[in-house]
């Protein structure tokens, strides 16, 4: 099976769009529709024909270009069963725990509430990829919308259980400023100060900080890492629950 092949790009402000293509059978997917004109530029250039879209929430800056995509290419529109009646041309509904093929490749849905009710993401099992939308960021996680922090803290649980070498593609470009917070949160691991220095670099050259992997987030992104005895000695929340130190790291990151 040939390995499938990734198109990262920017849309909207700081939006990522990603195309996946499978070059045995064609099939190329987008992962949410954010903007019509990039993904477009994205696919004409690459010689892609677009089979699917993959929705992983309603949010406008994640839909807004379904149906011109769909009007476009006939393409297929899946996404959460939790957000139907919310999201543009919808044709095929997934819950948690769902699987499909793309192609020969399998990719399992895992429903992660918090940002929004019904968020899902999509790990691609043998190729070890995720495709975690706003739940999961690079250093950082989404906001919380819908649904407390507790259910944000089980669905990040639900991601960080799956390999270390997972590669990670985020809905935005928030690293840099994940960062910075982070080093408020966390500012003696040394691992940290590292991929903050890394981060700081790529953007000052204008590049992107996508993919990560989970391995790296487990060290270093502290929404990930509410059991960690420095951080709870930070927050002076020694005594306190994983979910309670996640609230108030949220709340820190909302108010940075």
Not at 11 to 32: K, M, Q, S, W, Y
Not at 49 to 76: M, P, R, W, Y
Not at 149 to 155: I, L, N, Q
Not at 211 to 228: M, V, Y
Request: aromatic letters at 8%; glycine letters at 6%; proline letters at 5%.
């Amino acid at each position: 099976m040939k390995p499938l092949e990734l198109d990262v790009f920017l849309c909207r402000t700081d939006n990522f769009g990603v195309l996946v293509h499978d070059p045995e059978t064609g099939l190329t997917a987008a992962i949410d529709a954010p903007e019509e004109a990039p993904i477009l530029e994205a696919a004409t250039r690459r010689g892609w024909k677009i089979s699917h879209i993959f929705t992983t929430h309603h949010h406008t800056d994640h839909v807004s270009a379904n149906l011109a995509l769909k009007e476009q290419f006939g393409c297929e529109i899946i996404g959460p069963i939790n957000e139907a009646v919310a999201i543009p041309g919808l044709d095929r509904t997934m819950a948690d725990g769902d699987s499909f093929l793309f192609g020969d490749h399998t990719v399992k849905v895992i429903e992660t509430p918090g940002h929004t009710a019904g968020h899902i993401c999509y790990h691609f099992v043998d190729d070890k990829l995720l495709f975690a939308a706003d739940t999961l960021f690079a250093l950082g996680c989404g906001r919380l919308f819908e649904r407390p922090a507790a259910d944000m803290w089980h669905s990040l649980q639900k991601l960080a259980v799956l390999p270390d070498e997972t590669a990670v593609y985020f809905g935005h470009e928030y690293t840099l400023s994940n960062a910075r917070f982070a080093l408020t949160i966390d500012p003696d691991n040394e691992r940290l100060k590292s991929r903050a220095a890394e981060v700081e670099a790529l953007r000052a050259d204008g590049k992107f900080t996508i993919p990560t992997t989970l391995g790296l987030e487990k060290e270093t992104n502290p929404f990930l890492r509410a059991a960690d005895p420095a951080i709870r000695r930070n927050l002076i929340m020694e005594g306190k629950t994983n979910e309670e130190v996640f609230a108030e790291i949220r709340k820190r990151k909302d108010n940075f």
